[in-house]
């Protein structure tokens, strides 16, 4: 149980194009999603809080207009990259949790690539 | 600023044999603790958790310590196994933040068969 899956797993795309990363947990309804970020041998850095229905609450230094989410079902949320940049690139991974005090379960990334 | 951090970057350790990673946090507020294990190229995988009221949880092969006195949590490995390696995260619970995480920094541990 409590699988998420996260879709494309790898893109490469031309600089200035925007792109969609979706995060979905299939056996079960998470009402938070988390999106993070990581760079090779670093750790995880949380870009921000999705709530499905409401605005997401993005960690200082994230810029919400860069970064789109949408968390529009207890199922779905999604990251949009918007205008990509090689500076953008890097490794994306979602996840979600049933409840506070409940772990948050993991998609297994997304490798953005911009050329 | 709060943090919670790893003592060692990477541990090698031989097939069979029994892991330790230790990780310290700062905040003493935190009440709920996570290790994950992430293998290359995949997201972190859930391994054991504990809450603050408990000093000791067991899984299979694996056991959380954690002591609340010194800020200190440990991961302990038994009989390691090759498919073991992997980077281990611990990861602190801020519930009174909206239950993020705040990850360590990680610790590869490499199985030497």
């Known amino acids: 149980g409590a699988v998420v899956s996260q879709h494309p797993s790898w893109v490469i795309c031309k600089s200035g194009t925007s792109v969609k990363i979706e995060c979905r947990s299939l056996?079960?309804?998470?009402?938070?999603m988390f999106w993070y970020r990581q760079f090779p041998k670093q750790s995880l850095m949380l870009m921000a809080t999705?709530?499905?229905?409401?605005?997401?609450?993005?960690e200082q230094g994230v810029e919400k207009d860069k970064f789109l989410i949408n968390h529009a079902s207890l199922t779905l949320s999604t990251l949009t990259v918007t205008s990509a940049h090689p500076e953008d690139s890097s490794f994306y991974i979602c996840?979600?949790?049933?409840?506070?005090?409940?772990?948050?379960?993991f998609g297994d990334g997304t490798r953005l690539s911009i050329l | 600023g709060e943090s919670v951090g790893l003592h060692l970057p990477t541990l090698s350790v031989q097939e069979g044999d029994n892991s330790i990673i230790n990780c310290a946090y700062s905040?003493?507020?935190?009440?709920?603790f996570i290790w994950y294990k992430q293998e290359s190229g995949k997201g972190p995988q859930f391994i054991i958790d504990?809450?603050?009221?408990?000093d000791k949880r067991q899984g299979q092969r694996v056991t959380v310590l954690l002591n609340k006195t010194v800020k200190h949590l440990s991961l302990q490995i038994a009989a390691t196994q090759p498919g073991d390696s992997a980077v281990y995260f611990c990861?602190?619970?801020?519930?009174?933040?909206?239950?993020?995480?705040?990850f360590g920094q990680g610790t590869e541990l490499s199985v030497k068969p």
């Open positions: 905040n003493s507020a935190s009440d709920y």
């Open positions: 990861a602190e619970n801020k519930g009174n933040q909206g239950g993020k995480l705040i």
């Open positions: 504990i809450r603050s009221n408990m």
């Open positions: 999705s709530n499905e229905g409401s605005k997401a609450t993005y």
């Open positions: 996840s979600a949790r049933v409840g506070m005090q409940q772990p948050q379960h």
């Open positions: 056996d079960f309804q998470a009402t938070t």
